[in-house]
């Protein structure tokens, strides 16, 4: 029976991230890159200005433009960069990047309308603090009579938070990574459950939902300000042990981006397997990279509602970056470093993969190299487990109507969740989390269709003002 529901489970998963959402996810951000002018590209550099002068302008909002990018990173840069990247190449090859870029590319422009109609339909609550994200916009950009399909994303984004993305996916890849580097052979153990469990697993379990229940119990405030010292510090770190692998590998990059794009394009698969090995190869990038960075699901707009800003056109520039540095910076990164050692070709699986490229890689001992790895798996995972908890607590004050009392109730349930997350074996959970993350996506991508035409005139508003301050200065 349970072999039975596993399996409905799974072609209900294989459904909602099939063709048909990768395609809507694609459309959606094709749609909005014709009527924004590619905007994405033209104003990368002003976003950038905006990013980096961590402003704080506006009445409303309670973190900075930045702190809301950071609270939305931590919730976006995980395991995806380090393991996601992995699994999309050793089942799709190397050209599974190239289709990760152009998800990238379409889904900024998405990223970039829903955080401005997040800032656009936000409100502020009873006792001052402000929410906003998909459910506000479509009940007050599309009408009242929309508001079921608002409380339809709140209920999938609470059940994505608790049940799969923020707990239990996240507290076991960071178990098993401190597992497999201080206790691969399972020598230490003790049964629990009726079932053996490293000592590692355990201490890590305890001492991570310790961190998590210090910071989560503090709200947003909390969660924004260790997000804001440790996904740059984090992220900083990652990227320049990357680049070493990249830079002690220079002269192999250019064939490996050559690589790249040939079997992105199914050039390199044996006769006759072209388009068989394209189609796989863009499915995987595709699916893999809108997972990664998140653009369309509607979770970043709900941190971004929250920003200190006069203008939503200003935070939708600074928190499209927020794709541009998960996908094209750091799942980039992660990606030539697995292509140029070919880990991915090596019959590996998982974090292993981008554990031997790093092994390969860098000038480092092995054992040096798997430590860096598991650091950086940790603080991502660690973070993302903070941002998620955001999000899901502010889709069930939606749900709940603001009932104060639920929402702190609701903050030890997550804690108890990251508790027995490393001891939870339930195939079942993974994949309903999967497909409760894919089903957020459908009523967003009708929310920004529906409020298009809100979004270009904001943006229009925003980039004549700009104008105005340039010729008067």
């Known amino acids: 029976m349970l072999d039975q529901v596993n ?12 063709i048909p959402l990768i395609v809507l996810i694609l459309a959606v951000g094709v749609f909005m890159t014709i009527r924004l002018r590619g905007l994405q590209i033209t104003k990368l550099p002003l976003a950038i200005r905006h990013m980096v002068a961590n402003e704080k302008t506006g009445e409303h909002g309670e973190v900075s433009s930045f702190a809301a990018l950071c609270t939305a990173l931590s919730a976006t840069i995980g395991t995806g960069n380090i393991v996601g990247v992995a699994t999309a190449l050793v089942a799709g090859g190397p050209g599974a990047l190239f289709w990760m870029w152009l998800a990238a590319l379409v889904g900024t422009v998405t990223k970039y309308s829903e955080c ?8 502020v609550a009873d006792d001052g603090h402000i929410i906003g994200g998909p459910f506000y916009y479509i009940e007050n950009g599309m009408g009242k009579n929309w508001k079921w399909l608002g409380k339809i994303f709140a209920f999938f984004g609470v059940g994505v938070g608790l049940m799969g993305i923020g707990t239990f996916t996240q507290i076991n890849g960071i178990t098993s990574a401190v597992n497999d580097f201080f206790d691969p052979d399972n020598s230490w153990t003790v049964d629990l459950f009726g079932r053996t469990y490293s000592w590692t697993v355990i201490i890590a379990g305890i001492l991570l939902t310790i961190c998590v229940a210090l910071v989560i119990i503090g709200g947003l405030q909390r969660i924004s300000s260790v997000a804001q010292v440790i996904v740059p510090f984090m992220a900083l770190t990652y990227v320049v042990t990357v680049l070493i692998i990249l830079l002690t590998n220079l002269t192999a990059i250019p064939a490996a981006i050559v690589e790249i794009v040939e079997s992105a394009f199914g050039l390199r698969a044996a006769a006759g397997g072209a388009v068989g090995a394209m189609i796989v190869a863009m499915q995987k990038g ?23 800003t006069d203008s939503p056109a200003k935070q939708g520039l600074v928190s499209m ?7 094209i910076i750091i799942c980039t990164m992660t990606g030539l470093a697995i292509v140029i050692t070919g880990a991915w070709d090596m019959g590996l699986e998982g974090v292993a993969v981008t554990t031997k490229a790093f092994q390969m890689g860098l000038p480092f001992p092995p054992q040096v190299a798997s430590f860096i790895l598991m650091v950086c798996l940790v603080f991502f995972a660690f973070t993302t487990i903070l941002g998620w908890d955001y999000y899901s607590e502010r889709c069930l004050e939606y749900l709940v109507g603001g009932k104060r009392k ?11 969740c990251v508790f027995i997350g490393p001891f939870m074996t339930v195939s ?10 894919g089903l957020m996506a459908l009523p967003n991508l009708v929310a920004i269709v529906a409020l298009s035409g809100v979004v270009v005139a904001e943006t229009k508003k925003y980039l004549d003002q700009v104008k105005l301050e340039k010729k008067n200065n």
């Open 7 to 18: 399996n409905l489970l799974k072609q209900v998963d294989n459904f909602v991230w099939g």
């Open 286 to 308: 595709i699916a893999r990279g809108i997972f990664s960075n998140e653009a369309g699901l509607g979770s970043a707009p709900i941190a971004a509602a929250a920003a200190q």
């Open 428 to 437: 079942a959970v993974w994949t309903i989390a999967d497909i409760f993350n």
């Open 406 to 416: 639920i929402v702190k109730g609701y903050r030890w349930l997550y804690i108890l």
């Open 116 to 123: 401005l109609l997040a800032v656009k339909y936000r409100v």
């Open 321 to 327: 970056l927020g794709t541009f540095i998960d996908t």
